[in-house]
């Protein structure tokens, strides 16, 4: 196929040829001759035909061809986007997930003085909690409570015997109450789960 601005000068020089007499057929020819020769190497080299249109149908429905026809995109109708390149907008990284530790305590005293919490944002104020809480339930105003344990992000199970009250965290609540009761059966055997619950990491983004 030849491209349409050589098919034009090719004509204008063939025509100039055939509308002069002999002599001025010479001298244009000097003047254009070498303008033909660089047209004929331009026009008919294989490289010419990466400027010829593109045929639409390369393109799937909804995108034209946009470029060269050796190089060309399939452009969205609607989008201006290129075929098979994400978007800015769905091509942007997720968002990365935020979690915050999560913490709980156990707390006991005399007198009856017992706290236990889950879930606090931040060791000390787990602590706190566990320990006004203990004061609260006691029958006296020096129960001199104290923290028994302190966990984050896993479970806690709290086992009462005969010789007293043991405490354990661990990943789960049935693998703390394991070890509780069998710390708690080395002296006593009574042993039973009064207490568990579980302060795991919460996703706050």
Not at 12 to 28: C, M, P, R
Not at 75 to 86: D, L, P, Q
Request: charge should be neutral; aromatic fraction near 10%.
């Amino acid at each position: 196929m030849e491209y349409m601005p050589c098919k034009v000068f090719n004509l204008a020089f063939l025509s100039g040829i055939k509308h002069h007499n002999k002599k001025e057929v010479t001298t244009v020819s000097k003047l254009l001759l070498p303008l033909f020769t660089i047209s004929l190497a331009f026009c008919y080299s294989p490289h010419i035909h990466a400027y010829e249109p593109i045929d639409q149908s390369f393109c799937p429905p909804g995108y034209h061809p946009e470029g060269p026809s050796f190089a060309y995109d399939c452009v969205s109708n609607s989008t201006g986007e290129i075929e098979g390149r994400e978007s800015s907008r769905t091509a942007r990284e997720p968002d990365r997930e935020v979690w915050e530790d999560r913490w709980g305590a156990i707390a006991r005293g005399k007198a009856g003085g017992w706290g236990a919490v889950a879930n606090f944002a931040s060791e000390r104020s787990a602590k706190e909690a566990a320990l006004k809480q203990c004061q609260t339930t006691a029958t006296t105003k020096t129960a001199n409570c104290k923290i028994s344990i302190i966990y984050y992000n896993q479970c806690v199970a709290y086992v009462w015997g005969a010789s007293g009250g043991v405490s354990s965290s661990a990943v789960d609540v049935p693998t703390a109450s394991k070890q509780a009761m069998a710390q708690c059966s080395k002296s006593s055997a009574d042993c039973e789960v009064l207490y568990s619950d579980c302060s795991l990491p919460a996703r706050i983004k």
